[in-house]
DNA sequence: TATGAATGAGAGTTCATTCAT
DNA sequence: CATGAATGAACTCTCATTCAT
C-alpha cells in the first residue's frame, strides 16, 4: 500500500511538473502575440493575464516581471534560431554550400513557421532595456561568431583564403544585416510571405556572390 | 514714421524668427541627445526641458507631444541621410561606381560625424509607435527605391541586367540591411569606430561582389 | 488487540502532538529572527515559510494570519519578561531591594539573553496594528501595575510614603521608560553589548535614587 | 513702465513662492494627522491627496516618496523639540535647574500643543524604515548629546561630578526614555492630558532625585 | 510666448490569504 | 495535515499633457 501511494504521489507531482510547464507556455505565447502585435510597450501585464485566462498574480508567480518576460521570449527564440540554423555553421566539415544552406533554411523554414518570433527577434528587442540589449548582444556575437568560424574552415577546407578576420567578421555580419532587413522589409513592414521562396533564392544568391568575390 | 515702425517691427519680427528658430533647435538637440543615450522611453519631457534650460510648456509650444518630438527628429535625420547618401542613387548617369562610392560615404561621413543619429536611426526609432512606423517605413522604401532606380538604370547604362525587377528590390534591400548591421555591431554594440574605414571598405567590397555575382 | 491498537493510536498521538508543537515552534523561532533583522512590514509570510521550511499554507494552519504571527510572539516575549523580572514585583514581602534586582535582572539576563525578541518587544510591535496595540498596553498595564503594586509594598514594609497614588504610578512608568530606552540606544541602535552591566549598573542607581527621593 | 512691470512680475513670483510653501505645509499636515490617526503603513498616498485636496501628482511634485513624507514630518517635529527644550540645554551656565525646566518645558508646552506630533514622534517613527532609523538615530544622538553636555556643564558649574563620562551617557538616556514613556501611557495609550501638570511634575521630581543620587 | 505647478489615468508590482489536491 | 500555485485588491509611483498666470 505504501508503494501504492508513493505512485500516487509521484503521478500527481508529475502532472503538477506538466501543468506548471503548461502554464508557463500559456503566459509566453500571450506575452508574444501581445509583443508582436501590439508592441512591447503597448502592451500590458493585465492584457497578458487576460490573453492568458490567468491573474496578474500568476504572471508574477512565473516571470520576475514584466522585462524577464521579454527576456524569456528572446531567449527561446535566440535558441530556436541556432538549433535550427546554428547547425550548419558548427560542421566541422563546413563549406560554402552549408552556408547557402543556412540561408534557405532561415527563409523557408524560419520565417514561415513564426511569423511572430520575427517580430519578437526583430522590432521589438530593439532598443527597449539595457538588460535585453546585453542578450541580443550576446546572441548577436555568437551568431555571428558562428559564421565566422564557418566561413574560416570553410576558405580552409577549400583551399582559399580571406584578405584578413576582420573580414571575415565583416561579411559575417553582413550576411546578419541582409537576413535582418529582409525580413524587415518583406515581413514586417510590408506582407510579401508569399513570395517568400523568390526573395530568399536571391538574398542568399546576393550574399553567396559577395563572398565569393572576397575569397583570394 | 510709420515706415519707420514697420522697420523695427520687421526688424524684431526678424529676430524674433530667428529666435524661434534657435529655440526649435536647442530642443531637438537635447531631445537627440537623451534619445541617443537613455533611450525614447527612458527620456522624460521634464529632462528634454532641463537639458534646452526651457520648460515643459515650451516644449509642448514647438512641438506637439513625445512622439512627435521623435518623428521630427526622424525626419530631420532621414533628410540629411539623402542629402549626403541619396544623391549619388538620383544621378542620370548612373554606374556600379556611384553606388560604391554611396556606400563609402555613409561610412566614412555620415557614420562618423553623426553617431547620435546613428543610434536614434538604428535603435530608438524601431518598434515605437505606429506613426513612427509609418515615416520609418516610408523612409526605407525612399531609399530602396532610389537604390533600386541606381541599379537599374547603372544596368541599363553599362549593358548588363538583373534577373528580374524583384531581384533589384532584393539587392536594394540586402545593401541596406548590411548598412544597418554593420552600424548596430560595430558602433552601437562595440564601439570600433577607429576601424571605421577598414570596416566600411570591406562592407563595399562585399556589397558590390554581391551586386555584381547578379549581373547577367 | 483493541487496547494494543489503542496504545499504538495513542504513541502516534502523541508523536504527532510533539511534531506539532515542535513545527509551530520552528515557525515562529524564523518570524521572530526575521521580524528582528529584517522588520515585520518588510517580512514576507513567504520568507518566515522559507526559513521554517514549510509551506505557506502550514504557516497559515498553525497561524490565523501574519499579524497572529506577531501577537503569538509578543505573548510569548511578554510572558517570558513577567516570568523573569516580574516575580520580584509580585512578592509579599516587596522591599526596595527587590525592584533593584528586578533591574539587575532584566539588564544582565533578559537583554543578553535575547538581543532578538528585544527587537521585537521594544521596535517591531511598535505602531503596526489597533489588535497588537492592545496587547502591548494589557502588558505594559501589567508590569506598570506589577511595579507600581511592588512600590507600594515596599513602602508599606519599609515605613516610607509616597506622595499620592498617581506618582507611584508615574514612578513605575518612568522606570519602564528607563529600561526602554537603555535598550533602544545601547542595544538596538549602537552595539554596546559588551558594557551592559556598567550600564545597567548605573540606570539601575539612577532609578533608585529617583524612587529614594520621591519617599517621604 | 519697465519697472513697474517687474514688480509685478515679483509679485507674482513672491505670490507663486507663498502658494507651493502653502501647498506643502498642506500636504504635510494632511500626512501627520493621517499617520497620527491611522499610523503609517495604514495610511495611502490617496488618503493624504484626499485629505489635502490635491491629486496624487501633487503629493509626488513635492514630495520624493511615502517614506520622504514621514522623513520630512520628522525632521520637522525634531527640529521644533530642539527649539523649545534644547534650548535650555545649551545655555552656557547650565545647572540642574535648568534640567528641570526643560522637563517642565516639555511636558507643559510640547505636550499640550503637538498631540499629533507626539505620535509620529514616539510611536510612528518606530522601526519603520532603515533611511528613517537613521534619522531618528541622529535625532536621539543629538538631544541626548545635548543634555550630556548640559549635565557635564551643570556639574562643572555647581561643583560635584559623576562617577564616569559614560554614567552621564546613561543617566541622559533614562532621562529620554523618561518623557518617552510618560508620553506612550499617559497620552498615547490612555488620554489623560487633564492629568499632565502633575503627571509632569512627578516625572521631573522623579528624574531630579535620579540626577541628584547620583552626584558626589 | 513662456512658465511650471497641477493633473490623474494608468502602469508595474507585491503579498496576505485561500483552497484543491 | 501539508502543499504551493493561484488570486486580485491595493499600493506606490510615473509622466505626458494641460492651462492659468
Known amino acids: 500500500m ?31 502575440s501581445l509583443f508582436a502585435k501590439e508592441g512591447y510597450h503597448q502592451t500590458s501585464i493585465n492584457q497578458i493575464a487576460d490573453l ?7 504572471v508574477y508567480f512565473y516571470f520576475k516581471n514584466k522585462e524577464d518576460l521579454l ?4 531567449e527561446e527564440i535566440s535558441y530556436l534560431f541556432r538549433s535550427m540554423i546554428g547547425g550548419e555553421f558548427k560542421k566541422r566539415e563546413a ?3 552549408g552556408i547557402m544552406r543556412a540561408g534557405h533554411l532561415f527563409f523557408d523554414k524560419f520565417c514561415s513557421l513564426y511569423p511572430d518570433k520575427l517580430a519578437i527577434l526583430y522590432r521589438e528587442t530593439v532598443g527597449q532595456s539595457p538588460a535585453l540589449a546585453e542578450h541580443r548582444q550576446r546572441f548577436q556575437k555568437k551568431i555571428i561568431g558562428d559564421l565566422q ?6 576558405s580552409e577546407n577549400m583551399g582559399f583564403s580571406f584578405p584578413s578576420p576582420d573580414s571575415v567578421e ?7 544585416g541582409i537576413y535582418d532587413c529582409i525580413v524587415s522589409h518583406f515581413l514586417l513592414s510590408n506582407d510579401r ?24
Request: proline share 0%; net charge positive; hydrophobic share 40%.
Open 95 to 97: 563549406s560554402l554550400e
Open 71 to 74: 527576456i524569456q521570449l528572446f
Open 52 to 58: 492568458a485566462e490567468v491573474s496578474v498574480g500568476t
Open 2 to 32: 505504501k508503494s501504492e501511494n508513493r505512485k500516487i504521489l509521484t503521478r500527481s507531482a508529475v502532472r503538477r511538473q506538466r501543468e506548471r510547464e503548461e502554464r508557463y507556455q500559456t503566459i509566453l505565447r500571450a506575452a508574444e
Open 193 to 216: 510571405t508569399q513570395d517568400l521562396k523568390v526573395i530568399g533564392d536571391d538574398a542568399v544568391s546576393f550574399l553567396m556572390g559577395g563572398i565569393r568575390s572576397m575569397c583570394q
Open 170 to 176: 565583416v561579411i559575417a555580419v553582413s550576411i546578419i
Open 149 to 154: 568560424g564557418a566561413l574560416q574552415r570553410a
